[in-house]
């Protein structure tokens, strides 16, 4: 079992920067691939970032690289996701996920755990 919490979520002018935390509680966190998703009003839940288990392969969504990182400390069992160059597309509430298996998907069904989600809200 895997709890998750996000934070650093807020409001930010177009342009700017922010970083998203998520601190996992349980054991063996680098089993877990974890991921970033977003909600944005009116649509569903889409992927953003993905990042394995030992930290080494990375997925992204074509409309944030370049702008987004994921990375992740196992010994903190924490992942971030540093956003920059934010765009106003990209208000939504972030959620984070773990994946207790191998790989780094971008399919929503994969990942077993999730946060409660933090708003990010870009204004122009």
């Known amino acids: 079992q895997v709890q998750l919490e996000e934070s650093g979520g807020g409001s930010v002018q177009a342009g700017g920067s922010l970083r998203l935390t998520c601190t996992a509680s349980?054991?063996?966190?680098?089993?877990?691939?974890m991921a970033w998703f977003r909600q944005r009003p009116g649509i569903e839940r889409e992927f953003v970032s993905a990042?394995?288990?030992?930290?080494?392969?990375?997925n992204y969504r074509d409309s944030v690289k370049g702008r987004f990182t994921i990375s992740r400390d196992n010994a903190k069992k924490t992942v971030y996701l540093q956003m920059s160059n934010l765009k106003p597309e990209d208000t939504a509430v972030y959620y984070c996920?773990?994946?207790?298996?191998?790989?780094?998907?971008?399919?929503?069904?994969?990942?077993?755990?999730w946060g409660q989600g933090i708003q990010v809200t870009v204004s122009s």
């Open positions: 996920a773990a994946d207790q298996g191998p790989g780094y998907s971008s399919q929503l069904w994969h990942y077993d755990y």
């Open positions: 990042i394995s288990g030992s930290g080494g392969n990375t």
């Open positions: 349980g054991r063996a966190f680098d089993d877990y691939a």
